[in-house]
């Protein structure tokens, strides 16, 4: 048996758009289950995000501290994104949020991992990249408003990382995504047999 999820899509009888925001809508479905019954099935629809675990020559990652009002918390992340526009690269998007947020850029990129965050009530789909080669940003830094101009940037050792994680400390789903699996990959194969920063993405297709 191959462990590997598959794309599969169950007959829907009906939907609707009960709310529509700025960035986000929620939809309501009526999907027929395998027993021929008809449930409904409430979720967000989400554009998709890109996030970015950023390490220096010295091993250590780039985070951010924001306010995130939802769960009322300053947590620690990893730059990160929305895919603001349909279709769009991802690349392209995860280099803008690292600039914006941490005025880098890197000259080596490669696919961390690909996650649907909440798959049981939104289909957000993230793609998480690792930058490494790091260096300062040209040119004037994003002018940043609400939650980011609040924001405090930090270069913190991976392991300090995975130890807050494992203990409880750090919550952020890329943050917590990435450091983890940075750790695998380079107990594994090591980061050079990472996927290519431009691998087909199924969940969010895009063009190169």
Request: with cysteine; glycine share 6%.
């Amino acid at each position: 048996m191959t462990i590997k999820d598959t794309a599969e899509e169950w007959e829907v009888r009906a939907t609707e758009t009960p709310f529509t925001g700025k960035k986000t809508s929620v939809r309501t479905d009526d999907v027929v289950m395998p027993d021929g019954s008809v449930v409904r099935r409430d979720y967000q629809v989400h554009p998709g995000s890109v996030a970015v675990l950023a390490l220096d020559d010295q091993g250590r990652a780039l985070v951010i501290r924001q306010y995130r009002h939802p769960v009322r918390h300053k947590l620690w992340e990893i730059p990160a994104g929305l895919l603001d526009v349909p279709g769009e690269n991802p690349l392209h998007a995860a280099q803008r949020e690292l600039y914006e947020e941490a005025h880098v850029k890197a000259e080596d990129w490669r696919v961390l991992t690909d996650v649907y965050t909440t798959p049981g009530g939104c289909d957000e789909a993230v793609r998480i990249f690792l930058a490494r080669d790091l260096s300062e940003a040209e040119g004037q830094r994003f002018e940043v408003e609400d939650e980011e101009a609040d924001m405090e940037l930090s270069r913190v050792p991976v392991d300090e990382l995975v130890r807050g994680v494992l203990a409880g400390e750090l919550h952020n789903n890329c943050l917590v995504v990435g450091v983890l699996a940075l750790t695998a990959a380079r107990a594994g194969e090591g980061l050079d047999a990472l996927r290519p920063a431009e691998a087909p993405w199924p969940a969010r297709p895009f063009e190169a």
